[in-house]
């Protein structure tokens, strides 16, 4: 087997890096004037791409590719069943509440021969010339941009207090070195245009518009950042390019019979997993949430609990409703629920659909959330009391005065939304109500 060798490489006793690129055996090799090896990274990157894009057009093939074979969405059916088409899968929803899953992908083979329109000759001497810019001065521009970019992910802002966290910058810097490698232009001269391109590229991906502006927050914040900083002019061209909501899926609270189901089918759960939906389907919070609390307090008697850690807003006293009560421990200490958030929202989806309430990204763990809300509507529940029992996405200057409600008020509330008699009602009672 023939042993690989980098695309760049240091010539001996030399400190400066190149770029080899074979050709009939033999190497064609160009100095990229530079020490420094990242750098080096970044300018042999459009002589290597090049050349694998020629080498790819001059090789004709069969090409086999997997195309989605129903557009998103959910179609009713004349004899009243229901199709539900996600991205990944289509679900048929028979009338007699019946289940079929399979993948909305289907392969299709077709010959394809140099699709690219590129020159099926291949001369690596000629293409270094076409690519060779002598005016090209990006990369330097683009250093002072990678620094300024390295200065926003360590230095705290009024929004941030702390440093990013290690998640987030791992997520940072995939994202900015997709900016560097699709638009090779310094942010001072990017365009809302050349963000566009990135947009483009991650919706081909299959990404919702929901994960693609996450995404761009790092480049909408590295940019605000310099701007503030005096190093960019003031204009973002990353700020509100991605719009949210045309590609959500709604999803749907779950409905009383649903909750008789799931009631009567809890015992398949874990113990933990069980005091994880109860707490759920009681006070509305995410599951995040309830994997947060590891203490609990006390006012008047009423025992409760402090989560959120979302926004400043979503931090919040949420008391235990009585139908959860028995199944706590005498006083919590220590974590609550076993394992992560992560692993039990998997096992808490599946278990919806296992028992049939659960409809692939329209009726899921989070309807539970739903669900509370629509209950203390339907109660009449004043809108400042539900926002402090729910949580909001931003904080108002209000939000800075006083503690907001006693306890003994947010009980009283939060006891409608899953009174004691529907979370232990017997199974047989249960079923005969559903």
């Known amino acids: 087997m023939r ?13 400066f890096w190149a770029v080899r ?3 009939n055996g033999k190497s064609k ?3 990229l004037k ?6 080096a990274i970044i300018l042999a990157r459009p002589f290597v791409d090049e050349h694998q894009r020629r080498l790819l057009a001059a090789r004709p093939r069969i090409e086999t590719s997997v195309e989605r074979v129903m557009t998103p969405g959910k179609y009713d059916q004349p004899d009243g069943s229901i199709i539900v088409a996600t991205d990944a899968e289509i679900t048929y929803i028979g009338k007699d509440g019946s289940m079929r899953t399979e993948p909305n992908r289907a392969a299709i083979t077709k010959p394809v021969n140099n699709r690219l329109g590129l020159p099926s000759g291949i001369d690596v001497d000629a293409m270094f010339t076409a690519l060779d810019d002598p005016k090209r001065t990006a990369l330097a521009t683009n250093k002072s941009d990678d620094e300024l970019f390295e200065l926003y992910l360590v230095t705290p802002t009024k929004k941030r207090k702390k440093k990013l966290d290690a ?8 994202t900015w070195t997709l900016f560097r490698s699709l638009v090779n232009k310094p942010l001072k001269e990017t365009t809302r ?4 391109k990135i947009v483009a590229h991650l919706e081909a991906q299959g990404l919702k518009s929901a994960t693609i502006r996450r995404k761009f927050v790092y480049l909408v914040a590295t940019v ?3 701007i503030k900083e005096g190093k960019l002019p003031p204009f973002n061209p990353f700020a509100d390019l991605v719009e949210i909501g045309k590609d959500v899926t709604r999803r749907e609270p779950l409905s009383d019979e649903d909750m008789a189901i799931c009631c009567r089918e809890l015992h398949r759960l874990s113990p933990s997993d069980q005091l994880a939906f109860r707490l759920l389907a009681t006070t509305g919070m995410r599951l995040g949430e309830a ?4 203490h609990e307090k006390s006012q008047k008697g009423i025992r409760f609990c402090e989560v959120g850690t979302k926004t400043e807003a979503s931090r919040r006293k949420v008391p235990f409703p009585a139908s959860v009560l028995p199944h706590l421990p005498k006083k919590i200490t220590s974590k609550l629920l076993d394992g992560t958030a992560d692993g039990a929202s998997g096992r808490l989806n599946d278990f919806l659909r296992d028992i049939g309430v659960g409809i692939r990204n329209v009726k899921v763990l989070y309807s539970l959330r739903h669900r509370a809300k629509d209950t203390l509507r339907a109660e009449e529940c004043p809108e400042k009391i539900a926002e402090a029992i729910f949580g909001r996405d931003e904080v108002t200057m209000g939000d800075k005065y006083g503690v907001g409600f006693p306890v003994t008020v947010l009980k009283k509330w939060i006891d409608k939304i899953l009174p004691v008699e529907r979370l232990t009602t017997p199974a047989k009672s249960v079923a005969r109500a559903a």
């Not at 245009?193 to 566009?196: H, I, K, L, P």
């Open 224 to 226: 605000a950042f310099g």
């Open 193 to 196: 245009d050349d963000a566009r």
């Open 34 to 39: 530079t020490t420094d090896k990242q750098e």
């Open 3 to 15: 042993r690989h060798r980098d695309h760049i490489f240091q010539r001996p006793g030399s400190k």
């Open 167 to 174: 998640h987030s910058v791992a997520e940072a810097r995939k």
């Open 29 to 31: 090799i160009k100095s």
């Open 291 to 294: 994997f947060e609390i590891d």
């Open 21 to 23: 690129i074979q050709q």
